[in-house]
């Protein structure tokens, strides 16, 4: 299994990100996705999460109306559109997938939010 993130980068408030996932190594479209974010010394919070078939979501309650999590079955990708940023939001944000009781984790892409 193997997830990695991109999309990353510096974003003024009140800007958007667009995270990318790429998957490999298992059937993607038969599992539900996860993004997670990690702050340093704070535990890693559940951002948003995606059923296999893309037809169910759900969102941390902070990040609702703001992000938007999607995916892409016939390209093995998950997604992660973030709008009205606030630097509150400055993470790492890393893919997830619970495959057989197993957590599988991407390394992470850095988004920072500041002016």
């Known amino acids: 299994v193997q997830l990695v993130e991109s999309g990353g980068g510096l974003v003024q408030p009140g800007g958007s990100l667009r995270l990318s996932c790429a998957a490999s190594?298992?059937?993607?479209?038969?599992?539900?996705m996860r993004w997670y974010r990690q702050v340093p010394g704070k535990e890693r919070e559940l951002v948003a999460g995606?059923?296999?078939?893309?037809?169910?979501?759900n969102y941390a309650d902070s990040m609702k109306g703001r992000f938007t999590i999607s995916r892409d079955n016939a390209k093995n990708m998950v997604y992660l559109q973030m709008n009205s940023l606030k630097p509150e939001d400055t993470a790492v944000y890393i893919c997830?997938?619970?495959?057989?009781?197993?957590?599988?984790w991407g390394k992470g892409t850095l988004v920072t939010v500041s002016s």
């Open positions: 997830n997938v619970l495959r057989y009781g197993l957590n599988y």
């Open positions: 995606i059923s296999s078939a893309g037809s169910s979501t």
């Open positions: 190594g298992f059937t993607f479209s038969s599992y539900p």
